[in-house]
């Protein structure tokens, strides 16, 4: 379970960021978090990741406060979170295999681990076929692929997907949310932030909606309204 204590992030003595958000996220849920541009919806997702911290409130990760873990907590508290983004951050010089398989090298997983486990990530999100292709030779729906795989492949329990549709036409925006819910249907946790309201209605799931920083809506199974 993730749960938001009545939290309210400050940057520099401005505006809050968020401001007194009580939210509670059940393990396997998909939520989208929607909302114009500085409402807050980046915010929420890098206390989770403990990127930053409230300045009043609590977030909770299970039963543990993130604010209170020590350097070696923090780190497994990120690893049990997969991260995909707007800009897909692959490594250029390395083919998609080695991509994949880099996160699991930094996590310290076995050669025997990495070998059994890539090619299954790869399948999951359709790309077995490309897997020695470097990204330049991959059109950008493929390389989020690769990046979902990336995130993926440490089996974490929850995939926090931060406008992963931004820079990709219909098409792939439509593959990519098709993995993402087959993602949640084997029993990951999904957190979407987007501004396309096309990805929010497709998926029908739960719908967080802020604006200025408070949760305005909180739909179990919403669209996008703004």
Do not use: C
């Not at 083919?95 to 310290?108: D, L, T």
């Not at 949310?177 to 029993?187: C, M, P, S, T, W």
């Amino acid at each position: 379970m993730i749960y938001y204590d009545k939290v309210t992030k400050f940057y520099n003595g401005g505006r809050a960021a968020v401001e007194d958000i009580t939210l509670q996220i059940e393990p396997g849920e998909f939520v989208s978090i929607v909302g114009h541009s500085g409402a807050g919806k980046t915010t929420l997702l890098k206390m989770l990741f403990a990127e930053v911290f409230p300045t009043e409130g609590a977030v909770y990760f299970g039963s543990r406060e993130i604010a209170g873990l020590s350097d070696k907590e923090l780190l497994e508290l990120r690893r049990s979170i997969g991260t995909i983004f707007q800009d897909f951050r692959l490594l250029p010089t390395k083919n998609v295999y080695e991509n994949v398989a880099f996160a699991m090298e930094v996590s310290g997983r076995t050669d025997e681990d990495i070998q059994a486990d890539v090619p299954h990530v790869l399948d999951l999100v359709g790309l077995s076929e490309k897997m020695w292709n470097f990204p330049k030779e991959l059109s950008g729906g493929e390389q989020q692929r690769v990046a979902i795989a990336r995130a993926l492949v440490n089996q974490p329990d929850v995939l926090i997907a931060d406008e992963p549709t931004g820079n990709l036409d219909p098409i792939n925006t439509h593959d990519v949310v098709e993995i993402l819910k087959k993602i949640n249907d084997l029993g990951t946790t999904v957190l979407l932030t987007t501004h396309n309201k096309s990805v929010v209605d497709n998926v029908g799931r739960r719908v967080v909606t802020l604006e200025l920083g408070r949760v305005v809506r909180d739909d179990k199974q919403g669209k996008y309204i703004l």
